[in-house]
């Protein structure tokens, strides 16, 4: 069966020449190369590099939010109803008698 | 076998040579098999893309039993054999077959190489399968034994058979019945 006559020859050269020639197309090629494992690193990159939608709405709510929390002052949402009055080496506190009667009864 | 052990252990280790050079190596010379067993050069595509697919896959299962070689070609075949099972292009082999020398003979001194060619291809695949192994990859029959998992005497029948089909099949002027 190993001893190949003409025929046999033949049948290998018809088959050569019917492939002469046959690649892989460059689709196929990066569709297998597409599905290769990746690396740690690869991984990674994958992750950081990718595109992910966020809604606009919530996204300026928020950084509002941050604003006034970080940037504005807090005392610009306290009203001015307190006041401290220096007399000599003593600072008196005035505030508002609901305020003192309220924390006089936690006392 | 050395490089192929270092290829096997960078291929599990995701190293991006390892995966060009398994394609590079292995890529275009099984399109050319597969196309032959197919007759279908999208098909034959597709296959080797799945078996690259799957390969990349199931590397890091590979326990190095058989050859690199071997294990790629067993599952190129497989999903060939699949393609052709459902478009129902197999046969269901008889016994063992015994040829006529005559024939043989006949052939051999004097064949019509075009008529060989178109014959190659409306042979069963069955006997193709074999054939695009033994002459093309120019395996042995226990290689092809052992791709197959099939015995060596089922092989030897099928190329046996095959060959005399052609031959028989070039006497008659192209009425192939394999």
Known sequence: MDRKDNFDKEIKNIMEEETFGLTLSQAAL??????????????????????????LAPVIVGLVFIFVITI?????????????????????????????????DKN | MVAEKLLVKNLKNGQEDAYNKIVSEYGNRL?????????????????????????FQKMDTFREKSGLYTWIYTIALNLSRDRL?????????????VGNNEVEYQVEKNFDRDLLRKE????????????????????????????LNEKEGTIKSKLSRGRRILKESLLKGGQLNG
């Open chain 2, 120 to 147: 190659l291809y409306h042979l069963n695949s069955l006997y193709r399968e074999v054939l695009v192994l033994f002459y093309f990859e120019e395996l042995s029959i226990k290689e092809i034994s052992n791709l």
């Open chain 2, 85 to 97: 099972r459902k478009k129902q292009d197999t046969l269901i082999l008889e016994d063992e077959w």
């Open chain 1, 72 to 104: 504005i002052p807090v005392e610009a949402f306290k009203s001015q109803k307190e006041r401290i009055i220096d007399i000599g080496g003593s600072q008196v506190i005035i505030r508002e008698s609901y305020e003192v009667s309220k924390n006089e």
């Open chain 2, 31 to 55: 399109l050319r098999t597969c196309y032959l067993i197919l007759k279908d050069r999208e098909e034959a595509e597709d296959v080797v893309q799945e078996t690259f697919i799957r390969i």
């Open chain 1, 30 to 55: 990066d569709n297998i190369f597409k599905n290769r494992k990746k690396t740690i690193k690869e991984k990674i990159n994958n992750f950081l590099n990718r595109e992910i939608e966020i809604p």
